[in-house]
């Protein structure tokens, strides 16, 4: 019997400590990633403030394509939303609404995660002159861990993880946008 009381305390104890670290522990968490493109500012803006646009360059939107797609609004405008579902656990389901647009700049999207998990995130795509009419592009996303599961932010970088895949799209994003220097930009 004292084995068995030892060992329902020591996993009382183990558990009290995750519980009382998780609340200390930060729950938000931010991932950016830049790239400066040769292309000017207004032109960059007008490929990525379409939704769509995405699947040229997300590593994301391409990680499935057998996904289900759909669209609802007017791309590129408050409002619009993308949604998809994938049997493949990697993508789930979920869906990415505009939120705002600062015309010329960028524009900001909400994210919901419906499957495998729930979750929600802010996305921004900004742009900014850079120099020799140049653009800088930054895409920022922030996010959330729940209590007590944001103790899980000790073992997991997200910067590390969603990061190396931000900066493979950003590098395809300016891959894309050389490419089509001379020619003009389509625009789904």
Known sequence: MTIVLTILMIIGIIISVILITALILPKKYKVL?????????????????????????????????????????????????SAWESDNKKVGAGEQEIIRVDEGKGIVTALRFFKPFPGEAVAQFMTAPGENNSTKVSWQLDSAMKYPMNFMLLFINMDKMLGADMEKG??????KLLLKKSASIKIS
Request: aromatic share 12%.
């Open 170 to 175: 950003l590098e395809n994003l300016k891959n």
């Open 33 to 81: 990633r830049e790239v400066t493109i040769q292309q000017p500012q207004q032109k960059v803006f007008d490929y990525i403030k379409y939704i769509r646009n995405q699947d040229g360059f997300s590593v994301w939107a391409n990680t499935d394509p057998n996904m289900k797609k759909t669209y609802k609004g007017d791309d590129g405008r408050v409002g619009f939303v």
